[in-house]
């Protein structure tokens, strides 16, 4: 029998900032207060090679690559889901990696080669992985299936450039495209309709091997 | 979000000294949990010097046989260099514990270092919170307050929160060395076991790091061998924070290192816990949770840190 590992419970404490005080108040609490003047202009000009063509932006800096896209570009094939980084319906790849745009300033991607799901493929000729998710229903309502199919793609090419995942059993060996590197892999892609599945297979399709 | 003005800079000491002659500045690189801040406004930095553009992006070997990682480099590219995933394995396992592909490409060693809590109280700007508004009291130890996921061991009365990196927790039982640029352009080196202040009265204050201070690189001793393991517990599979986490380094002669994630303001380590590893898995958590301060609601943290080690011991 081994002996217990010795604690205490933490008792509950009074909250300094008392009820009344929030209700008085009826304010956030945010961090301490900043500085309110700006060091510099709120909005910046830039280029984005988006689709493999030259974009010239002039935005505020607050502008997300996922806002530059869509509000400002009108490329609303990359959709905005949770816009904090959770859902991955907003996954693009940039510079040949697949990220979060919602997570991402468009004024720090200055000369960056964007890739939406608009530069994948067009109606009459799509992607291998467009055409893989069609064949086997790899969606529902389709709300995140462009942010899905942009991970998809990357996913495959991170498993030919043999980068681990966090279910590859040996580091030293060569990976494969299993159901369980696939799943673990798309882990940042949530759908809520629930056609995992469905996407799974069609990854598997569109990697080449037997479904 | 706030507004705010932007400017790039291209070397480490001119990221340092402007932050130091700019009021209410930040670097910004991946910017993956900094812009998540900035959405809610809990960050609110009117300035962001955007220092992905310094070259910290490479992993260069260092003389006496170890690793120097730069500031920049992302968590996918740490995670699969090939000396890393061969000699620091605990690393690459514990980076690819945490979060998404998409986030890995985009995360930084450095901001992964400096990434803040995920206490739900610290998100929510309706709430009291010490570290976010300090003075405003710790709404996780208010009546029926939500403190699962929270801290049970080097909290305070002021702040309960966990620092959440899983990479972090593998730095730290693998002995890493911050180093850094100050604004005067003197660089130093912090241990990563003095890196990380526990909240005490000042939660908000949370590393050693001075005001402008900037993370250049990140220093890895001479690979330390054995067999080496990160065990990530949580609510679901993947992409999720840790309950609990164990990093293990375990020697052939049943000597070794054991830090944990999940549990404290700090990766959590403990000299006399790694000298009971041969003693077994209740020995080193008596020695590393002695004295720990659980609320009713994460005081399981404590058996399943134990449960957790054992596991791992028991796989050899």
């Known amino acids: 029998m081994s002996p217990p590992i010795r604690f205490e419970m933490r008792r509950r404490t009074f909250l300094v900032g008392t009820a009344s005080a929030v209700v008085a108040a009826n304010i956030p609490w945010r961090a301490n207060a900043q500085p309110t003047s700006l060091a510099g202009p709120e909005r910046s000009t830039f280029t984005l090679v988006v689709n493999g063509e030259p974009r010239e932006l002039a935005v505020d800096n607050r502008t997300t690559l996922l806002d530059a896209l869509r509000e400002h570009l009108q490329l609303t094939g990359t959709k905005k889901g949770c816009d904090h980084g959770q859902c991955g319906a907003c996954t693009v790849n940039v510079n040949g990696e697949r990220i979060n745009s919602c997570l991402s300033l468009a004024v720090m991607h200055q000369g960056d080669e964007v890739t939406t799901i608009e530069g994948l493929g067009t109606p009459q000729q799509l992607d291998p992985m467009q055409q893989a998710f069609f064949d086997h229903d790899g969606f529902q309502c389709g709300y995140c299936t462009p942010g899905q199919i942009c991970s998809a793609k990357a996913v495959l090419e991170e498993i030919r450039d043999n980068v681990p995942s966090h279910v590859t059993q040996d580091l030293t060996a060569r990976i494969e495209a299993t159901d369980e590197e696939i799943r673990e892999r798309m882990s940042g892609n949530i759908c809520r309709c629930g056609a995992y599945a469905n996407i799974l297979e069609a990854i598997h399709q569109a990697a080449g091997e037997p479904t | ?316």
Not at chain 2, 42 to 47: D, F, K, L, Y
Not at chain 2, 90 to 111: E, F, H, P, W
Not at chain 2, 141 to 162: E, M, N, P, Y
Request: aromatic share 6%; net charge neutral; hydrophobic share 40%.
């Open chain 2, 1 to 316: 979000m706030r507004a705010f003005s932007y400017e790039r800079v291209s070397a480490p000491a001119q990221a340092a000294s402007r932050a130091a002659e700019v009021p209410g500045a930040k670097f910004i690189a991946g910017g993956t949990n900094l812009l998540d801040l900035m959405k809610l406004e809990i960050e609110t930095p009117v300035h962001l010097i955007d220092v992905s553009g310094t070259g910290l992006d490479s992993i260069s070997d260092t003389r006496e046989g170890g690793l120097r990682i730069g500031a920049l480099v992302s968590n996918t590219d740490l995670a699969a260099n090939e000396r890393v995933r061969r000699e620091y394995g605990v690393l690459t396992r514990a980076l690819m514990a945490g979060a998404s592909g998409q986030l890995r490409n985009k995360a930084t060693t450095a901001g992964n270092l400096l990434q803040r809590t995920r206490c739900p109280y610290f998100y929510d700007t309706a709430m009291p919170c010490n570290k976010r508004a300090p003075g405003t009291g710790c709404a996780a130890l208010g009546q029926g307050a939500f403190s699962r996921q929270l801290g049970i061991i080097g909290t305070s009365d002021a702040c309960i929160a966990t620092h959440p990196s899983d990479m972090a927790v593998a730095l730290r039982v693998l002995d890493a060395e911050v180093e850094t640029v100050t604004p005067a352009g003197a660089s130093r080196t912090i241990p990563l076991d003095e890196f990380y202040r526990l909240p005490g009265d000042t939660p908000e204050i949370e590393t050693a790091l001075m005001p402008g201070e900037f993370i250049t690189a990140v220093k890895l001793p001479p690979p330390v061998g054995g067999r080496q393991a990160y065990y990530k517990v949580r609510d679901r599979a993947s992409y999720a924070f840790a309950l609990v986490s164990v990093a293990l380094v375990r020697q052939s002669d049943g000597s070794g290192r054991v830090a944990l994630g999940g549990v404290a303001p700090q990766p959590w380590r403990r000299a006399q816990a790694d000298a009971a590893l041969p003693d077994g898995a209740n020995a080193v958590m008596s020695r590393l949770l002695d004295g720990a301060s659980p609320t009713e609601e994460n005081a399981f943290k404590i058996q399943l840190a134990e449960r957790t080690l054992a596991g791992m011991l028991a796989e050899g």
